[in-house]
């Protein structure tokens, strides 16, 4: 059975935030026998976005927000990809091969895209469709490290657009006690927010992503309690989004 995308409905078309997360789940359907990759590492920060999805659910549940999630692993098609990222349906993820995602034939890659990736995408222009004057909030969570290389902070926060929005939503974030990086571990200025992009672009919003520390988000409460820091930054925001960019 094909897993739907996770919804969360917001206070209808008044709801001034949509929520994406495009790496909220580490499930493989059992057809694709976990894709040969040890459940330990489909767990692990390859596998998902660990803690993104209960950030987001609480960040929705606290702001009234509307919310749409992936139910799949990254590893078996990456929501936050372009169809011609190399990394759509990776061969290997940091040094861990990924045996399913070696030899893709193309009626396998467009029956995951149908199956999958569609779905999720469809499901975000829909709710966003019915949020018309929203801001766009994509959630993620990184590792700690990474190639050997140590990220000694807690929040990125990830922009190609919009630097005004980007550096208020950083401001008040650091506000509520975090660490915080502009377009750090990833640069949106490098494509590296292609759902948020996508979507707000389509749809005339603003849009920006937030990158996690995942040592913050190794349990529930962790994560909402992270999450209960961040409503009053991503809260601020949200008076100004109900005007559409110009």
Do not use: K
Not at 192 to 220: K, M, P, T, W
């Amino acid at each position: 059975m094909t897993p739907a995308p996770v919804t969360i409905a917001g206070s209808g078309r008044a709801a001034r935030l949509v929520i994406t997360c495009e790496h909220a789940s580490p499930e493989v359907p059992a057809e694709y026998a976990g894709l040969g990759v040890p459940p330990e590492h489909l767990h692990d920060h390859i596998g998902w976005d660990i803690g993104a999805a209960a950030v987001t659910a609480e960040l929705a549940r606290q702001l009234d927000a509307a919310a749409v999630l992936s139910p799949v692993s990254r590893l078996l098609v990456d929501c936050n990809r372009d169809l011609s990222d190399a990394d759509l349906m990776p061969a290997d993820s940091c040094g861990v091969a990924i045996p399913g995602n070696a030899r893709i034939e193309p009626a396998e890659r467009d029956e995951r895209l149908r199956r999958f990736y569609a779905p999720y995408h469809d499901a975000v222009d829909a709710t966003l469709a019915t949020h018309p004057e929203a801001l766009l909030l994509s959630v993620h969570s990184f590792t700690p490290a990474l190639h050997g290389r140590r990220r000694p902070f807690d929040v990125g926060v990830l922009f190609d657009a919009f630097d005004d929005l980007a550096r208020e939503l950083s401001e008040a974030v650091s506000a509520a006690g975090f660490a915080v990086r502009l377009n750090e571990p990833y640069s949106g200025l490098d494509g590296l927010i292609f759902s948020a992009r996508a979507h707000g672009q389509r749809h005339g919003l603003r849009y920006v992503e937030l990158e996690i520390n995942n040592r913050l988000l190794r349990s529930d409460a962790e994560a909402r309690a992270v999450a209960g820091r961040l409503v009053d930054a991503v809260g601020a925001l949200l008076p100004a989004a109900t005007s559409r960019p110009g």
